[in-house]
């Protein structure tokens, strides 16, 4: 009895340790993302997800329909916020447009991703409360841009989205260079 007890205690320590390293390397991922990719029970990723904030190794911030999770002490607020947009694959999406072409409309960013106006409206709406991108009106038109330092967002994507960092590279280095070479205001 003693001996299956010992192992169950371990068991219990080494699933902490493993979400617990899951969030430091993928900083801003939700509960279904956690049980998706380590193959646990939704109660079990719970349960420790709960006993890793309690003790003060992670903390979490609810926004929108998920919470996002994120190693204690490590990120501003700026930068999680930030993680949180990349984690979402629409919001991304319009991010990364927004990212490339300055000041798109809502129209642009609807044509180039193919989605309908009211979705891209619902995130924009999100990235607005969220601080990483302003809107400005011009003329009947409203644009949207960068509310933070493109280098910030590139920064995040490269060193905790590696797989979209690649297949963003070359366009984000021609962006990179254009935000380079243009004047001061």
């Not at 007890?5 to 509960?31: A, T, W, Y």
């Not at 949207?144 to 984000?172: C, F, G």
């Amino acid at each position: 009895m003693l001996k299956g007890g010992v192992r169950s205690m371990e068991n219990l320590h080494d699933n902490s340790e493993r979400i617990l390293r899951f969030i430091e390397v993928n900083p801003g991922c939700h509960l279904r993302q956690l049980k998706r990719e380590l193959g646990l029970s939704m109660g079990t990723v719970q349960y420790h997800l709960n006993h890793l904030e309690r003790t003060g190794r992670i903390i979490s911030e609810r926004f929108n329909l998920h919470r996002y999770y994120f190693s204690s002490g490590v990120f501003k607020a700026n930068e999680r916020n930030i993680l949180k947009i990349l984690n979402q694959k629409t919001a991304r999406q319009i991010l990364m447009f927004i990212l490339e072409r300055k000041r798109p409309t809502q129209t642009d960013i609807a044509d180039h991703l193919g989605i309908a106006s009211a979705s891209v409206n619902w995130h924009i709406k999100r990235l607005l409360e969220l601080g990483i991108i302003f809107e400005s009106r011009e003329g009947k038109f409203r644009r949207y841009q960068l509310a933070v330092e493109p280098k910030d967002i590139i920064t995040m994507l490269k060193n905790y989205q590696p797989t979209l960092w690649y297949a963003w590279s070359d366009r984000l280095a021609e962006m990179f260079l254009s935000f380079s070479l243009e004047p001061k205001e």
